[in-house]
């Protein structure tokens, strides 16, 4: 039973192209995260949605654009796609709240090469 | 806005050796997190450290966390391949966590 799933794996596309990247979790948490890592593999936050609504948005371009459409779903929209795009991306969940952890549960990544 | 540093970013260690890594961060973080990141794969967590004092053992590795020195360390001891990866600690800042740049560990035989 995988807790946070994310598809595609991979995905190769040409600049200019929009693409998606769909992110399900299964642990009842609340709370879903994108996250990029680069070449360099830092990890970088870039969204956050709580109960379908975004509470963090990063100093992301707006060709980002996530969508929620309920708790345990977290997808990600690429427009107009860049070389500088290309990079491993992370779907992640939590529990919130004042008492909570918010030990982060991350997907298998989707590696993004934009030619 | 938090900042989490880590110390050293790579470590080339031959096994059997005991050595300890540190994460510091730079404003109030009562909560750190370890992950352990393997090539091409996804971060699993390691330890959820929640309290001034917390220490986590898990195998060779055990964790701690100063608050006041705004501190945590892994302790690896008696390092093995398995443990070759990259480790990334976490502070919790305004709802979510801010990573450090990761620590790459190579265990050589």
């Known amino acids: 039973d995988t807790a946070v799933s994310q598809t595609p794996k991979y995905l190769v596309t040409q600049m200019g192209n929009d693409k998606s990247i769909k992110c399900e979790q299964n642990?009842?948490?609340?709370?879903m995260y994108w996250y990029k890592q680069d070449s360099k593999k830092f990890l970088k936050i870039m969204f956050s949605?709580?109960?379908?609504?975004?509470?963090i948005n990063e100093t992301v371009p707006n060709r980002f654009s996530p969508k929620s459409p309920d708790k345990a779903h977290l997808n990600l929209h690429i427009n107009s796609l860049e070389l500088g795009d290309s990079a491993v991306y992370f779907c992640?969940?939590?529990?919130?709240?004042?008492?909570?952890?918010?030990?982060?549960?991350f997907g298998p990544g989707t590696r993004l090469t934009v030619t | 806005e938090l900042k989490v540093e880590q110390n050293p970013l790579f470590l080339s260690m031959q096994e059997g050796k005991n050595y300890t890594i540190y994460c510091n961060y730079s404003?109030?973080?009562?909560?750190l997190y370890w992950y352990r990141q393997d090539p091409g794969k996804s971060l699993e967590s390691l330890f959820v450290l929640l309290s001034n004092g917390a220490v986590k053992q898990e195998g060779r590795l055990m964790a701690s966390l100063d608050t006041k020195a705004r501190l945590s360390t892994l302790h690896i001891t008696a390092a093995v391949h398995d443990l070759s990866a990259t480790y990334f600690c976490?502070?919790?800042?305004?709802?979510?966590?801010?990573f450090g740049k990761g620590m790459k560990l190579t265990v050589n035989p």
């Open positions: 949605y709580n109960n379908k609504e975004l509470i």
């Open positions: 404003t109030t973080s009562d909560r």
């Open positions: 642990l009842g948490h609340d709370t």
């Open positions: 976490a502070g919790l800042g305004s709802e979510k966590l801010v």
């Open positions: 992640a969940s939590s529990t919130s709240g004042d008492s909570a952890p918010y030990e982060q549960y």
